[in-house]
C-alpha cells in the first residue's frame, strides 16, 4: 500500500518536474479531429 | 495636465488583430499542444479524465494565477465559436445551431480560430522570451 502511495508520489513529481520545463501547455478540448468527431459535435449543437 | 493613456485591453488567449510579422524571427517555446487521444470503453471514465485534466489545466486567469494561467491554456469549443463569429467565418446564427452549417465551412472556420486563439497565445509569450533572452 505505502508502496504504491509512493510511486503514485513519484510519478506526481515527475510529471510536475516535466511541467515546470514546458514553457506553454495548451489542452484543445474536444476538439473534433476527424468525421465521427464532426458528427457528434454537429449532433450535440455545441 | 496630460493626455490620458489608453489602456491595453489585450489579454493572453484573447484573439486579437495583432501584427505578427516578427513571428518569424522569435524564440520557439518549449510547448505541448495536445487533445484527446484516447478511447474509452466507458464514456464516464473519459469524462472523469476529462475533469481531471481540466482541473489540472484550466486556471483562472486573474489575480494570483493569472502568470501561471497564460502558461496553462485549455482551449474549449465555446471558444472557437465565439471567435469564428467575431471574425465573420460563422454567423451568430450558424454558431448557435451549428448541425446545419456546411461541414467543410465549420472544419475551415474550427481551424482558422485554433490557430487565431494559439497564435495570440503563443506570440506574446514568444516576445517575452525573445526580451528575456536579450537581456541575459
Given at each position: 500500500?505505502?508502496?504504491?502511495?509512493?510511486?503514485?508520489?513519484?510519478?506526481?513529481?515527475?510529471?510536475?518536474?516535466?511541467?515546470?520545463?514546458?514553457?506553454?501547455?495548451?489542452?484543445?478540448?474536444?476538439?473534433?479531429?476527424?468525421?465521427?468527431?464532426?458528427?457528434?459535435?454537429?449532433?450535440?449543437?455545441? | 495636465?496630460?493626455?490620458?493613456?489608453?489602456?491595453?485591453?489585450k489579454?493572453?488567449?484573447?484573439a486579437v488583430d495583432e501584427d505578427i510579422s516578427d513571428a518569424g524571427s522569435l524564440p520557439l517555446l518549449?510547448?505541448?499542444?495536445?487533445?484527446?487521444?484516447?478511447?474509452?470503453?466507458?464514456?464516464?471514465?473519459?469524462?472523469?479524465?476529462?475533469?481531471?485534466?481540466?482541473?489540472?489545466?484550466?486556471?483562472?486567469?486573474?489575480?494570483?494565477?493569472?502568470?501561471?494561467?497564460?502558461?496553462?491554456?485549455?482551449?474549449?469549443?465555446?471558444?472557437?465559436?465565439?471567435?469564428?463569429?467575431?471574425?465573420?467565418?460563422?454567423?451568430?446564427?450558424?454558431?448557435?445551431?451549428?448541425?446545419?452549417?456546411?461541414?467543410?465551412?465549420?472544419?475551415?472556420?474550427?481551424?482558422r480560430?485554433?490557430n487565431e486563439?494559439l497564435a495570440s497565445i503563443t506570440i506574446p509569450l514568444r516576445r517575452i522570451k525573445a526580451d528575456?533572452?536579450r537581456?541575459?
Open positions: 500500500m505505502a508502496n504504491d502511495e509512493e510511486k503514485e508520489n513519484a510519478k506526481r513529481a515527475r510529471f510536475e518536474k516535466l511541467k515546470d520545463e514546458l514553457e506553454l501547455t495548451v489542452w484543445l478540448k474536444d476538439f473534433p479531429r476527424n468525421a465521427l468527431d464532426f458528427q457528434e459535435l454537429r449532433r450535440s449543437g455545441a | 495636465m496630460p493626455p490620458k493613456k489608453k489602456e491595453d485591453k489579454t493572453f488567449g484573447q518549449n510547448d505541448f499542444v495536445f487533445f484527446n487521444l484516447y478511447a474509452f470503453k466507458y464514456r464516464r471514465n473519459r469524462l472523469n479524465l476529462e475533469k481531471a485534466l481540466f482541473q489540472e489545466f484550466y486556471i483562472p486567469p486573474e489575480g494570483e494565477t493569472a502568470e501561471l494561467a497564460k502558461r496553462n491554456r485549455v482551449i474549449q469549443i465555446s471558444d472557437l465559436l465565439n471567435q469564428s463569429k467575431a471574425k465573420g467565418y460563422l454567423t451568430e446564427d450558424e454558431a448557435s445551431k451549428i448541425a446545419d452549417v456546411d461541414e467543410t465551412k465549420l472544419r475551415q472556420a474550427l481551424s480560430s485554433t486563439i528575456q533572452e537581456i541575459f
